[in-house]
Structure formats: C-alpha cells, structure tokens
T-cell receptor, first 112, second 116 residues
Framework: SQQGEEDPQALSIQEGENATMNCSYK?????LQWYRQNSGRGLVHLILIRSNEREKHSGRLRVTLDTSKKSSSLLITASRAADTASYFCATYSGGSNYKLTFGKGTLLTVNP | GAVVSQHPSWVICKSGTSVKIECRSLDFQATTMFWYRQFPKQSLMLMAT?????????EQGVEKDKFLINHASLTLSTLTVTSAHPEDSSFYIC????????????FGQGTRLTVV
C-alpha cells in the first residue's frame, strides 16, 4: 500500500523558478527519503531526513519534515530544464524488514 | 554512491514462458533487497523484500508462486516471473540496502518486461 501522498501530482514551471513538492504520510516513520526518476529509468536518491530532523539541505535541494503533521516538503531552487522528472517521497515504516514504501509522486516539468 | 546493476534492462517474452531478472550490488554487500513493480505514470509498488539466505516476504496480493525471488548471496537477488501473461507486462525495479533503516537504498535501472 502507498504510504506517502505527494502534492501536487503535476507541476510545470519556468527555468529559474523554485519548485515545491509536498508529501504526507500516515504512520510513524524512521526516516523519509526523496527520490527522483527520469522517465522509464531507475530511481536516484536525493536526500534522507531522519524523524528527529526538521530540515536538511543538499545543493539546490531543501527538505523539511514536520512529524506532528506527518508531512514533508522538497524545495528545488533555481530550477533547470534538467530537473524535469518525477519526484517521489518514500518512508521507512516499522516491522522487521523496514519496508521502503513510496508515494504517488509529483511530475515536475521545467520549461526552458 | 553505491551501484546496483539490474539485468536485463528490457525483455520481450511470449505468454507462458518464464523470465528471470537479476539484481546485483556491485560494490557493497546487500543484506536486504526489495523488488518493486511500476505501471506507467504510477508509483512504485513494493512486491517483496528479501534477505540473504532466507525466504522473501511478499506483500499482500503478490503471488509468491508467480513471482519467485531468490537472494542466494549478499550481492545477488533474482526475480523470476513464471508463466508470464500480458498483464505481467510492467517496469520492475530492484533496490538494495547495506545497512539498517536509516541507510540509503540504491536502485537498479529497472527492467521493462513486455509479454506478448
């Protein structure tokens, strides 16, 4: 079953603008991760934020986590056409296998 | 980052035949591997989790006799789609993790299976 729900499902912006994607989840988590997927390709890990962290940065990426609201956001600043891809949040839930389950994703299109 | 190699990247097979997909961690030992299925424009659906040397744990609704998973070594897991049918056509992706839940999972490049 899907844990995360991304919002919006699709986002189209101009190069240079910032893109914000949100993710909500339902159960308690160990960590939340954001991934990127180019069409028909595998996933690229972007950033991992632990449940005791509130904000994390990596280059042009900024991730926030609000465990009280069970939500996270991914901000991409100064977007580029090459950022066009689908972005997924994924959470580690409980259990012995610590399953990584994915949200529905946001399709980001950055127009040159 | 670590590399996970998935092979083949695409395969076309006839209905009723079986197809094996390999997932290898090239530069680390993967204690846990995950197999996902993805339909066009949809998210990844976890099919099963495998730990080296033990039986895979399948998600609800996934037929374990249909999708055979073997994790015989710390660097190799295989998914065999048995007696494939057109509805099994999909994008299959594996991921591998070296450590516990607070470690990154690395993904293969995926296998596009088309059953004709």
């Amino acid at each position: 079953s899907q844990q995360g729900e991304e919002d919006p499902q699709a986002l189209s912006i101009q190069e240079g603008e910032n893109a914000t994607m949100n993710c909500s989840y339902k159960t308690s988590i160990n960590n939340l991760q954001w991934y990127r997927q180019n069409s028909g390709r595998g996933l690229v890990h972007l950033i991992l934020i632990r449940s005791n962290e509130r904000e994390k940065h990596s280059g042009r990426l900024r991730v926030t986590l609000d465990t009280s609201k069970k939500s996270s956001s991914l901000l991409i600043t100064a977007s580029r056409a090459a950022d066009t891809a689908s972005y997924f949040c994924a959470t580690y839930s409980g259990g012995s296998n610590y399953k990584l389950t994915f949200g529905k994703g946001t399709l980001l299109t950055v127009n040159p | 980052g670590a590399v996970v190699s998935q092979h083949p990247s695409w395969v076309i097979c006839k209905s009723g035949t079986s197809v094996k997909i390999e997932c290898r961690s090239l530069d680390f030992q993967a204690t846990t591997m995950f197999w996902y299925r993805q339909f066009p424009k949809q998210s990844l659906m976890l099919m099963a989790t495998s730990n080296e040397g033990s039986k895979a744990t399948y998600e609800q609704g996934v037929e374990k006799d249909k999708f055979l998973i073997n994790h015989a070594s710390l660097t190799l897991s295989t998914l065999t789609v048995t007696s494939a049918h057109p509805e099994d056509s999909s994008f299959y992706i594996c991921s591998a993790r070296a450590g516990g839940p607070n470690t990154e999972a690395f993904f293969g490049q995926g296998t596009r299976l088309t059953v004709v």
